[in-house]
């Protein structure tokens, strides 16, 4: 500290003790008279200890505080997006297999919703699958048979053979929501139908 640090310092503190002093005790400033020149002097060392202040902030360096990097967002794979990309799989190397995984996940997937939603054992769940007897959805239940949906007209096949959507994604795709309705999940976006 320095020696006019010091010295202001103790000044200070002999101030505030005398004013302590003749706040408790009164009678003690009693003798004291306010004149002009001494509300002079203690207004003049205000505007010295002001002066003080300001010069030693003047030959300060700012410091700035520097805020830290906004926590980004972590970009997150949304549930199903394998699944739908294994389904659009339509060329490359491997899209047969992609899309046996496909058949084969959303197999496991029916048999697990037909056991939750019909509370039986696994293989009358596979039983249920293969015979079609799973779903009223005679295209969701053509997904784990060979044969060609049960109720299948001449029209309804005609307009399936001529649509732009591959047999198997149209069954996948039903398959799926026949899933997700025996889970009691509303998958579908607003405004689409069966």
Same mark, same amino acid.
């Given at each position: &500290?320095?020696?006019?640090?010091?010295?202001? !310092?103790?000044? @200070?503190?002999?101030?505030?003790? #005398? %004013?302590?002093?003749? +706040? /408790?005790?009164?009678? !003690?400033?009693? @003798?004291? @008279?306010?004149?002009?020149?001494?509300?002079?002097? +203690?207004?003049?060392?205000?505007?010295?200890? @002001?002066?003080?202040?300001?010069?030693?902030?003047?030959?300060?360096?700012?410091?700035?505080?520097?805020? =830290?990097?906004? *926590?980004?967002?972590? *970009?997150?794979?949304? =549930?199903?997006?394998? /699944?739908?990309?294994?389904?659009?799989?339509?060329?490359?190397?491997?899209?047969?297999?992609?899309?046996?995984?496909?058949?084969?996940?959303?197999?496991?997937?029916?048999?697990?919703?037909?056991?939750?939603? *019909?509370?039986?054992?696994? #293989?009358?769940?596979?039983? &249920?699958?293969? $015979?079609?007897?799973?779903?009223?959805?005679?295209?969701? #239940?053509? &997904? /784990?048979?060979? %044969?060609? =949906?049960?109720?299948?007209?001449?029209?309804?096949?005609?307009?399936?053979?001529?649509? &732009?959507?591959?047999?198997?994604?149209?069954? $996948?795709?039903?398959?799926?929501?026949?899933? $997700?309705?025996?889970?009691? +999940?509303?998958?579908?976006?607003?405004?689409?139908?069966?």
């Amino acid at each position: &500290m320095s020696r006019l640090r010091t010295l202001v !310092a103790g000044f @200070g503190l002999l101030a505030a003790a #005398a %004013g302590f002093v003749f +706040v /408790f005790v009164p009678s !003690a400033a009693a @003798g004291i @008279g306010l004149t002009e020149s001494i509300v002079v002097a +203690v207004g003049f060392l205000a505007l010295l200890q @002001g002066y003080r202040v300001v010069s030693a902030r003047r030959r300060s360096s700012t410091r700035e505080f520097e805020t =830290p990097d906004p *926590e980004t967002r972590q *970009e997150l794979p949304t =549930p199903g997006d394998g /699944f739908d990309e294994g389904l659009a799989a339509r060329k490359g190397r491997g899209w047969a297999a992609r899309r046996h995984r496909v058949g084969d996940r959303l197999e496991e997937a029916a048999v697990d919703a037909i056991t939750y939603a *019909e509370d039986c054992s696994e #293989a009358t769940a596979r039983e &249920m699958l293969e $015979a079609g007897t799973w779903t009223d959805d005679p295209q969701a #239940a053509a &997904m /784990f048979s060979t %044969g060609r =949906p049960e109720g299948s007209t001449l029209w309804r096949r005609l307009r399936e053979t001529f649509s &732009m959507e591959p047999t198997f994604d149209r069954r $996948a795709r039903r398959a799926a929501h026949a899933v $997700a309705d025996l889970r009691g +999940v509303d998958d579908r976006p607003e405004g689409e139908s069966e």
